[in-house]
């Protein structure tokens, strides 16, 4: 692996950095507290290409390769967690379409998911009772005719409410486990598609966590993406890159949190002198960028193996792994050292500390990711 980033990475990467300081960070304060959707901060991320970083050229996408995304990812996430994670599922419902779908289906919705046609794509994979399991999932579809029906429920929808297309998953197969189950393009107000109400969330509050409902929810035949029984295998692809998406958006929370501590420790005296210059927190704030540089640096090699098209289930599980369970120590020392400021928000650190927990949850849990690397050890 090369460490040096070439000039179109930096050129993806300090555009990504521009926007989230100048765009971005001032208004996510006020977005948070009111759990406003960022509608067209999302709209000029579309625009400049970050919408599909990783997509052919071909299809609206930058081409840019999954290092860039990484770098693009985490440097959105230090603006603003909640537009991260947005740009994140679209990337990877962009992807996952070049991936497995029809030419048709590539040049019909892929370059509206890059260029801001569609606001956001959604993935609905989870269920109620089917998170860490999803061959469990008990929503159905059944061909009639030239058309699909899709009926069951789906939860934790990120952008679920405002998506122009959602890639859902449905078992078309009960008896056959998890080579029944198939994936479908349902576009955004199909009838049928019931969307409920945003969750009250922890953290992202800008971004929309949604239940869905499909009731009778007809879609065409060619909406099928990939070939029927292949649905199980296209999102654990998906979910591979997804986890290199997630470390990088835990990697640019935990930058911000650092940048916070460092600033307020120089700023911040007691007993006559900044209280960096105490062991005490100096210590602090030496493990923290330790651990997120080693962190960045797993994120970037699975990128880079995504990238040359080799086998990188094991590498992005690690990164996600340790990415986010690091990421949240930081967010909670960058609290620490704030004292009583970090705990209102008044201080972003308390927004970062809420904001990365969920990153060892979603995208597979912290348990999952070290199943899937320990059955990787031991193939």
Known sequence: MDFELNELQIAIRDTARKFAEERLAPGARERDRQEIFPREEILEMARLGLMGVNVPEAYGGAQAGAVAYSLALTEIARGDASAAVTMGVTNMCAELICAAGTEEQKRKYV???????????????SEPHAGSDPASMTTRAERKGDRWVLNGAKQWITSGDVAGLLVVWAKTDPSAG??????????????????????????????????LLFENCEIPAENLLGAEGEGFKWAMRALD?????????????????????????????????????????????????????AARWLTLRAAWMKEQGMRFTREASMAKLFASEAANRIAAEAVQIHGGYGYVDEFPVERHLRDVRVTTIYEGTSEIQRVVIARELLR
């Open 111 to 125: 370059p509206r998911l890059t260029s801001g046609g569609y606001v956001a794509g959604a993935f609905a994979l």
């Open 241 to 293: 890159g997804g986890r290199i998406g997630i470390a990088s958006q835990a990697i640019g929370i935990a930058q911000a949190a650092l940048e916070a501590s460092i600033a307020y420790a120089k700023e911040r005296k007691a007993f006559g002198r900044p209280i960096a210059e105490f062991q005490a927190i100096a210590f602090k704030l030496a493990d923290m960028k330790t651990q997120l540089e």
């Open 178 to 211: 998890s080579k029944g189950i198939s994936c479908f393009l349902v576009e955004g107000g199909t009838p049928g598609l019931v969307v409920g109400k945003p969750e009250a969330k922890m953290g992202l509050r800008a971004s929309h966590t949604v239940p």
